[in-house]
Nanobody
Framework: QVQLVESGGGLVQAGGSLRLSCEAS????????MGWFRQAPGKEREFVAA????????DYVDSVKGRFTISRDNAKNTAYLQMNGLKAEDTAVYYC???????????????????????WGQGTQVAVSS
């Protein structure tokens, strides 16, 4: 079992930055790949970014490439999502998730799919004003 707690959400003006954190606890959190998803009002949950268990592979949805950076600190059992250049369309509840999928390189494409994740946080709200 892995427990996930997100923090760092808030209200920011367009063009601003936020850093989301996802602290994991439980059985060997560093053995899990981590992902960030988001859900805007009236829309389905969508993949944002993922990072392999080692941190060696990262993946992003096209709409955030060049603006968002996912990272992890296994010593702190924490994953991060640095969000720069925020836009109004980034407004959503952001969820972190943990996956038992072991992958590297192109194989980490599987982390785009939410059914690969067995553990989810409670979500943190990000609101971007235009």
């Amino acid at each position: 079992q892995v427990q996930l707690v997100e923090s760092g959400g808030g209200l920011v003006q367009a063009g601003g930055s936020l850093r989301l954190s996802c602290e994991a606890s439980g059985r060997s959190p560093s053995d899990y790949a981590m992902g960030w998803f988001r859900q805007a009002p009236g829309k389905e949950r969508e993949f944002v970014a993922a990072i392999s268990w080692s941190g060696g592979t990262t993946d992003y949805v096209d709409s955030v490439k060049g603006r968002f950076t996912i990272s992890r600190d296994n010593a702190k059992n924490t994953a991060y999502l640095q969000m720069n250049g925020l836009k109004a369309e980034d407004t959503a509840v952001y969820y972190c998730a943990a996956s038992e999928t072991w992958c590297s390189g192109a194989g980490c494409y599987l982390l785009r799919f939410d059914d690969k994740y067995g553990y989810w946080g409670q979500g943190t709200q990000v609101a971007v004003s235009s």
